[in-house]
């Protein structure tokens, strides 16, 4: 039975075009001894999605955690405890209690979080100095939209993060940070207490300047940060299955803006979170309209619903901007043969069949279609395509036979190379 094969909007891995299980349709046995009967086919089964974690429930945990490195190196040994945790306007208060002769750095990292009714993710790469007891306040994103914030003063709970997939996107922001906007620091300044691009600096620094956050890092110099929505809708992307649509939502759910230009600035935040959810390893083409695979993907979740209509339009879509997408070509396909349109599901397994990564389902569910709108010379070429390349298939082996029982397709027998008889040379 075959299984619509799904790139998951879900970042976990870095997903894969394959094809799953055995063929789009499997005939009924045909007892029939004279001219094959048309076959039953079973329909294809929906589709399963790519196997993903739980998603976290309320109360959940919140991320990361903190990571302690004392300023003099050669200072004394110190001990940070647990900080006490209350969410605030925008992001979370942190009470540290901090032994030793110095002052001690602390960063925000990821292996603890804090956690009530809301699930809090503090932005990684955050950095305060700790002398004694000192309040620290810190940038702090849901982990998953749908839940209700807690009140500002809400104490909340440190909890040790468990979701690989979130850690990995944490590591590849601090990466993704230091990479970009690192160079970028020495083409600034500080004027008036802000930093400010240098009179020397290239048009490259230059735009990277203007689309980062700058702040003075712990050893006095410029240091650059995606901007919060940016980190917000890479990590929901990453939690909460966010593709552009889900993130226009959300734009209109805080602002007071037209559907039109809640999709351009989707778009917009989407394509700026493209870069760091690559530097994780996610397949960042599933979250936006730009790319054949969000289209693909929405052609699976409507074949999923029942909606073959809708399933057509975007795998349309999806080749009309991938057109060597062979996965595209064959579920579209698929579709076409569950709405009955047999000549058309033919076609599209044509095209499939001519795309590198074509395997033996493809020429299979291509003679399946041919079969059912009569051409049953063409079914027979497809099935023997079939059993060319998998010799051990039964089912295509059967149905040649139904298809063309004379072997009319079957190709001409080899000649035998006559041997050239040498002469004996006379004495």
């Known amino acids: 039975m075959h299984r619509l094969c799904l790139i998951w909007v879900v970042l976990i891995t870095t997903p894969v075009l394959a094809q799953e299980g055995r063929g789009l349709v499997e005939f009924a046995e045909d007892s029939a001894p004279a ?17 993903t974690p739980a998603k976290p429930k309320a109360p ?10 004392a300023v003099d190196a050669e200072g004394p040994a110190h ?3 647990t900080p006490t945790i209350v969410a605030v306007a925008g992001g979370v208060e942190l009470m540290f209690d901090a032994s030793a002769k110095t002052m001690v750095g602390i960063e925000s990292s990821h292996t603890y979080g804090a956690m009530n009714r809301a699930p809090w993710l503090l932005r990684p790469g955050q950095w305060a100095m700790v002398d004694g007891q000192t309040k620290v306040v810190w940038e702090a994103v849901t982990l998953t939209p749908e839940i209700q914030t807690d009140a500002p003063g809400t104490p909340l709970e440190a909890v040790p993060l468990d979701a690989p997939q979130v850690r990995a996107f944490l590591d590849a922001v601090v990466a993704y940070e230091r990479e970009t906007y690192g160079p970028v620091a020495g083409s600034l300044q500080q004027v008036d207490g802000k930093w400010a691009p240098a009179e020397t600096i290239s048009e490259e620094h230059l735009a990277l300047f203007r689309g ?10 410029a240091e650059g940060r995606l901007p919060l929505d940016v980190f917000r809708v890479a990590l929901w992307a990453v939690s909460a299955d966010f593709t552009v649509l889900e993130v226009a939502d959300w734009i209109r759910s805080t602002e007071t803006i037209e559907i039109e230009d809640a999709v351009t600035k989707a778009q917009g935040l989407v394509g700026r979170a493209g870069p760091v959810l690559a530097k994780a390893g996610f397949d960042h083409r599933v979250i936006s309209a730009q790319f054949a695979q969000f289209n693909y993907n929405r052609g699976i979740l409507a074949y999923q619903r029942g909606d073959l209509k809708a399933a057509v339009h975007h795998f349309d879509r999806a080749i009309s901007r991938e057109r060597t997408l062979m996965s595209a070509h064959y579920n579209l396909g698929v579709t076409y043969y569950r709405a009955a349109r047999y000549q058309d599901a033919a076609d599209a397994f044509l095209v499939a069949s001519g795309i590198d990564g074509a395997g033996a389902d493809v020429f299979f569910n291509r003679g399946a279609a041919l079969y059912r709108v009569g051409n049953l010379l063409g079914a027979a070429r497809a099935f023997r395509k079939v059993v060319e390349l998998t010799p051990e298939d039964e089912a295509a082996k059967s ?26 040379r006379r004495k």
């Open 79 to 81: 001990t940070i405890t």
């Open 212 to 221: 980062a956050l700058w702040s003075t890092g712990r050893d006095g110099s």
């Open 60 to 69: 959940a945990v919140l991320a990361p955690g903190l990571s302690t490195a």
């Open 35 to 51: 001219a094959p009967t048309e076959p039953a086919p079973t329909e294809p089964a929906a589709a399963t999605p790519t196997p």
């Open 399 to 424: 149905w040649l036979q139904k298809a063309d029982p004379e072997g009319k397709t079957a190709p001409p027998p080899k000649k035998k190379k006559k041997r050239r008889r040498r002469r004996r």
